[in-house]
């Protein structure tokens, strides 16, 4: 121990005769470990904590797959639910619930919140208990004795003002009266949800299996993995397509940690910035490497000495590695420091989607982690320098006699080489990787949506039922709220049952007249709108040939649709769908509800920008209602400016309904992009950063070389070189190392960015003009980086140089 104190003490000491290389290494150290701490903070907090849920480890989703619509992942059944929630030997705990929003009106003005109509086995498989009042009792599982609700705390705070009292009060959802019997605890979140009131079923909708519109979380039991849970789901699966072959014919489970769904988007994303940050911190580490092997030849002398009264090659190796050690601490420190506003900084701009957001803290794990991560560091920047300096020769070291003349072995010379030439490939990787996700920002923000996107505002008013319950009394409010809203100061009008880039859409059976014989007469690859006839008029989607819909087409009228461009491609591609017919009404036992094509309009991207475009069917509105009315006006100044006129408009028709997700169409394109952009930014940082501690180590290393190469080169210019030859060889020297890293660079770009592919749209993971972007950046920087070093070369004076001799 008195040895290790005694190295600590010199160490401390050595480290303060050279200032300049302590205060470099230190800040490229701190700049490494900082960046590892604050996106490992956000990778524990998301991806490694678990759930705030007991036992979460455990829980998982349930979820539905149906033949018929293979790319979603639907919810369960009620009835399905009940037989495996009674016959299952693979989990302890069942809960099923369903997620919607409702229209909450009193005390105050009137919103929409996110709520769940749940069982209490929800809130037992969670694990959480009431902070105020009681949960759901059985008896209220029945339509009629529904009429209970229990509240966030985060909306018992905002709206009721944390009033004690709440408890007994009557509040409206969907115009109901619900008395609230319970405050949920502080802190406690699932889903968003504000509001949650008991899953009240009839006998019919209980034993529907066909409505697969229920959510179902798990909890496996102790020791059963999650391997046996999903076979013995396959096995459920198989024996409902049998017994129930009318609904559940060609069904799968599937199941899914509650974790890995709630991570689902955000995981590669986070690993690939966390893979990032490591290259920086290893860029970094070769940069104080190659420091500190230059700085270890200045000291030959001093190991020669120690070696000469008898310290063990050990010794030295240790004395080395405690200066590292020391150095890596301090780095660390000033690292903890820096990623504590990294942590903050990424907390404040991060897109309000990013899962966990709340939870970002930095707490033991990450402290563990950044204490391992500067001993690591140590080792790696350290190592070689101690190992180089340990096998000094005695003799030879004492017989240098000047400055310039401690030239190096070639060890150490192939070993500074190797680093740079790392540093080199290294930074290519991160500036690849940021070159496609910039490109792919680039590409996104240059989406072609199908419609004008300018002066369109946007808005959502969800009808309740339980007041508009008839397509009459839901048409009656529609046409009201377009009559007023065209009294406003606005070019057009129209309404849909669905939004455009809004994720929402509608899937349907059909039954298509004249289809393509490799398509199938019951397709369920396409979306429905409900629209009014200047639906298209408004968004200005051209149309392909055909009319649009009129006032005349009513739902006395025969009905009519348009398709879209992909609709006609894939079941008539080699006939005019103009004047074929669709049945939207399958059910043998109904009349068929035929509509005919009058019209094929231009593709539209409805569910997000990246998705491509799907076949799609629109109705008249007047033919097939909807309580879901997504409004769009066309102004002919700024949009929001009519938003409070917009509001006033539906409270006049009705005082309890909220208009909701209301703005721009250019805001939410501009919505989608947040995610990517911030990906981009971050990736950019980190290559940015990179980069510069790859130059500052080409420059560092270019600069030694011509002070240890000093007295050679006046040599070599008292014999007849001229400067520019001398500059020649130091860029030659340069760019042989960049040379040999940007090739080694290239290789690992390609294998690293084959993993990014998820996160790239319509830009390929091997896009040539995107490496190319990149290695010619890194050439031209580090050819600036070699050129300042080597002109200090040329302008070497002989006889000073060789005065030192």
């Known amino acids: 121990m008195t040895g290790i104190l005694q190295d600590f003490r010199y160490a401390v000491r050595m480290l303060r005769k050279s200032p300049g290389f302590t205060a470099i290494a230190i800040l490229t150290l701190a700049l490494g470990i900082g960046a590892n701490t604050a996106v490992f903070t956000v990778v524990n907090s998301t991806l490694l904590r678990p759930l705030p849920y007991a036992d979460s480890e455990r ?97 018992w705070r905002s709206r009721y003002g944390s009033d004690p009292k709440v408890i007994g009060r009557t509040i409206r959802l969907d115009t109901k009266p619900y008395t609230v019997i319970g405050v949920m605890p502080a802190g406690f979140r699932f889903n968003d949800i504000k509001v949650y009131v008991p899953l009240a079923l009839t006998p019919k909708e209980h034993d529907a299996r066909s409505m697969h519109g229920y959510s179902v979380l798990v909890k496996i039991k102790r020791g059963v993995s999650l391997k046996t849970a999903r076979a013995e789901m396959d096995s459920f699966a198989a024996n409902f397509s049998q017994h129930y072959p009318e609904d559940d014919k060609g069904i799968k489970f599937d199941l899914n940690l509650l974790q890995d769904e709630t991570t689902r988007n955000s995981r590669l994303a986070l690993l690939v910035l966390m893979g990032a940050v490591v290259l920086v911190l290893l860029i970094g580490c070769a940069n104080v490497g190659s420091l500190a092997l230059a700085r270890s030849l200045a000291r030959q002398k001093e190991v020669a000495v120690r070696s000469a009264l008898g310290a063990s090659r050990g010794r030295i190796v240790r004395q080395f590695l405690v200066e590292s050690l020391l150095l890596a601490m301090i780095g660390g420190a000033m690292g903890w420091l820096l990623g504590m506003y990294g942590v903050d900084a990424f907390r404040h701009l991060a897109p309000p989607d990013t899962p966990r957001l709340e939870d970002l803290r930095m707490d033991r794990w990450v402290f563990a982690f950044t204490m391992g991560v500067s001993v690591l560091a140590s080792v790696l920047f350290g190592l070689a320098p101690a190992l180089q300096s340990s096998r000094t020769s005695v003799g030879g070291a004492l017989k240098e006699s000047g400055p310039f003349g401690l030239t190096g072995t070639r060890g150490r010379q192939r070993t500074r080489s190797a680093l740079v030439m790392l540093e080199v490939s290294l930074a290519l990787v991160l500036l690849a990787s940021s070159a496609l996700l910039i490109k792919s920002f680039v590409r996104l923000t240059h989406i072609e949506p199908g419609f004008r996107t ?17 397509m009459e009394s839901q048409l009656t409010f529609l046409n009201d709220l377009m009559e007023r809203t065209k009294t406003l100061p606005v070019e057009s009008v129209a309404a849909a049952s669905g939004t455009v880039l809004g994720g929402q859409m509608m899937l349907s059976f059909m039954e298509i007249e004249g289809a393509a014989k490799d398509t199938t007469a019951q397709s369920p690859s396409f979306e429905t709108q409900y629209v009014t006839p200047a639906y298209f008029a408004t968004l200005q989607i051209p149309f392909v040939r055909g009319r649009d819909f009129s006032e005349a087409d009513t739902a006395k009228s025969a009905g009519v649709a348009i398709v879209n461009e992909s609709f006609a491609r894939r079941y008539w591609p080699n006939a005019d769908a103009i004047g074929k017919r669709i049945n939207f009404n399958t059910d043998p036992k109904d009349k068929p509800e035929w509509h005919e094509v009058v019209g094929i309009a231009k593709d539209v991207r409805d569910v997000r920008p990246t998705a491509p475009s799907r076949p799609e069917v629109y109705i008249p509105w007047a033919q097939a209602s909807s309580s879901d009315v997504s409004l769009f006006i066309r102004t002919k100044s700024d949009p929001n400016a009519l938003l409070p006129a917009l509001r006033s408009v539906v409270q006049s028709i009705d005082a309890d309904l909220p208009l909701t997700s209301a703005g721009t169409m250019d805001e939410s394109i501009h919505k989608w992009s947040t995610t990517p952009r911030f990906q981009s930014i971050l990736l950019s940082v980190f290559a940015g950063l990179g980069l510069l501690l790859a130059l500052i180590g080409i420059y560092g290393v270019i600069a030694i070389s011509v002070t240890q190469q000093t007295r050679e080169i006046g040599i070599r210019m008292a014999l007849g070189a001229q400067p520019g030859d001398v500059m020649r060889m130091m860029l030659r020297r340069g760019l042989l190392w960049v040379s040999a890293g940007t090739a080694a660079g290239l290789l690992g770009a390609f294998a690293a960015t084959r993993l990014m592919g998820s996160l790239l749209f319509e830009v390929k993971a091997t896009d040539p003009v995107s490496f190319a972007i990149a290695t010619g950046l890194l050439v031209a920087a580090a050819l600036a980086a070699c050129y300042v070093p080597a002109r200090r070369a040329m302008r070497v004076d002989p006889m000073v140089a060789l005065r030192y001799e």
């Open 59 to 155: 829980i998982a989703y349930l979820r539905t797959i149906l033949p018929y619509f293979p790319e979603f992942r639907l919810g369960d059944s009620s009835a399905d639910f009940t037989d495996v929630s009674a016959q299952n030997h693979v989990f302890d705990k069942t809960a099923i619930f369903r997620e919607d929003t409702m229209n909450l009106s009193g005390d105050g003005e009137p919103a929409v919140e996110d709520t769940a109509r749940a069982t209490p086995d929800l809130f037992a498989l969670l694990g959480v208990a009431p902070a105020r009042g009681r949960f759901f009792a059985n008896e209220e599982l029945v339509p009629g004795k529904d009429g209970v609700a229990i509240l966030s705390d985060a909306l």
């Open 454 to 470: 300018d002066h369109l505002l946007t808005a959502r008013v969800s009808l309740p039922t339980s007041k508009y319950a008839t």
